[in-house]
C-alpha cells in the first residue's frame, strides 16, 4: 500500500470521526462527564504525539542511514576506479566493465526497493559482478607496488559487495503497519472528542479539514521517509550513476 494510499486513509477516518462526533448528542452531557472525556482525550494525545515521535525518528533514521549506504557505495567505487587506474593500463578492460556494471547496479537496487516481490526473493549477485571480480583476481602484478593496489582493490571490491548486500537486507517498510494502524485509531478518536463538544457550522468544519491534512500529512512524511528508494523524498541515483567518467579511448 503507498504512502498516498494511506495518507488518505488516514485523513477520510480523521474527518469521519470529527464528523461523528460532531453530530452525536454531546452538548447534553453533564460537567463531570465532560472533563472524563477531555480528560482522556488528552491522554490518548499525549501517547500519539509519542508514537508519532517515535515513527518519525524510526523513519528518518531509516533514510538516513540507506542514503549514507548509497554515498559510501559510490565513494568506494569512485576509489576502486583510481586504484584501477594507478594499477597501470592493464586495468581498461576492467575499468570499462565498472562502468558498464555501474549503471545495472542502480537499475537493480531502485528496481529491488520498488517491488513488493523483490522482498521475497535471495539475493543472486549479477553476472556483470561475478566477472569483475574474477577478472581482478586473475591480476598478475609485476611488483611491490601493483601487488599492494591489487590487494586494496580487492579490499575495496569486498567493501561495494558487502554494502549492496546491506542494502539489499534493509528492503522493506520500517514502520510497522500495526504502530500506523493504532496511531490512526488514536487520531480518529481524538478528532471525534473535538468534534463532540462543537456546534456544526462552516468554520469548525473548514478548521476540522485544515487539522485532519495537517495530520494525515504527518503520516504522509513518516511513510515516505521509510521509502527512500521511491516517491516524493527519493534519493536520487544520480550520484552513483555519474559517479565514474568515461574512459578516454
Known sequence: MTAVVLSCITLACILGGALLGMFLPGHHLSTDEKDVIRLGTGLIGTIAALV????????????????????QLTANMVLLDNLLAQYGPETGELRNLMRRGVAILADRMWRENRSGAAKAAPFEASDESEAFYAKLLKLSPENDFQRLLQTRAIQVSTDIAQTRLLLFAQIG?????????????????????????????????????????????????????????????????????????????
Open 52 to 71: 508519532l515521535g517515535l515513527l518519525i525518528a524510526s523513519a528518518k533514521s531509516s533514510y538516513d542511514t540507506q542514503n549514507t549506504e548509497i554515498k
Open 173 to 249: 517498510n520500517s514502520i510497522p503497519m500495526p504502530f500506523l494502524v493504532v496511531l490512526i485509531f488514536w487520531l480518529t478518536i481524538i478528532f471525534a472528542s473535538f468534534g463532540l463538544f462543537a456546534r456544526p457550522n462552516a468554520i469548525v468544519i473548514g478548521a476540522f479539514f485544515i487539522f485532519a491534512v495537517s495530520a494525515a500529512g504527518a503520516i504522509y512524511l513518516v511513510l515516505e521517509l521509510s521509502q527512500p528508494f521511491t516517491g516524493l523524498l527519493e534519493i536520487s541515483s544520480a550520484p552513483l550513476r555519474n559517479a565514474l567518467a568515461p574512459l578516454s579511448l
